[in-house]
């Protein structure tokens, strides 16, 4: 979710950074802001790649074949899935 916002972030920066678009505000540097949105993006985007495993659900699944057998009973067959 975190990726398009840092991808926009990301491409305002770029914009207002190489001049490719000025703004004519007399207390805002183009460059500066740029540089901040640039930074922003990057950072949204790295932080939503580190928090993605966080998000994910685990589920144990046990194998009713299994629990008569006594030589699997002990390991469950553990399956993760991506919910989204």
Do not use: K
């Not at 950074?17 to 805002?28: M, N, R």
């Not at 994910?56 to 046990?62: A, D, M």
């Amino acid at each position: 979710m975190y990726i398009g916002l840092g991808i926009v972030l990301l491409v305002l920066g770029l914009i207002l950074a190489f001049d490719v678009i000025t703004v004519d505000l007399s207390y805002v540097n183009d460059n500066a802001l740029g540089v901040i949105l640039i930074v922003c993006g990057i950072l949204a985007i790295v932080l939503s790649f580190a928090l993605t495993d966080r998000y994910r659900r685990r589920h144990v699944v046990v194998d009713s074949a299994a629990v008569h057998d006594r030589h699997y009973v002990d390991d469950p067959i553990v399956e993760e899935r991506r919910y989204r």
